[in-house]
Nanobody
Framework: VQLQASGGGMVQAGDSLRLSCAAS????????VGWFRQAPGKEQEFVAS????????YVVDSVRGRFTLSLDNAKNTVYLQMNSLKPEDSGVYYC??????????????WGQGTLVTVSS
């Protein structure tokens, strides 16, 4: 599975951004796709995931109500719509697939990161 992320940028607090992740390869075998992020000096953290069939979505508490996942199955693309952005949302966002749930979610496939910077 290959993943290509895009859509990062520099915005002000309260603004919105939409990240895209285009997938190719045997995506159905990966079952889930989603996003992790890593802020400077901090550990990587799981943000959100969705099943490729759209059956289930999970979003961490810190972004719930502000971030939304959606799928375009025709394009094998997942979108992360980020609204009401806060400076603490800044970091490098990584698209990932075959995400295993748990206290510390893990992923098998990774795309390159896309930088999101939110200024106050």
């Amino acid at each position: 599975v290959q993943l290509q992320a895009s859509g990062g940028g520099m915005v002000q607090a309260g603004d919105s951004l939409r990240l895209s992740c285009a997938a190719s390869g045997d995506i159905l075998s990966s079952k889930t796709v989603g996003w992790f992020r890593q802020a400077p000096g901090k550990e990587q953290e799981f943000v959100a995931s969705i099943y490729w069939d759209g059956a289930s979505t999970y979003v961490v508490d810190s972004v719930r109500g502000r971030f939304t996942l959606s799928l375009d199955n025709a394009k094998n693309t997942v979108y992360l719509q980020m609204n009401s952005l806060k400076p603490e949302d800044s970091g490098v966002y990584y698209c990932a697939a075959a995400i295993t749930p748990g206290v510390r979610p893990r992923a098998t496939y990774w795309g390159q990161g896309t930088l999101v910077t939110v200024s106050s």
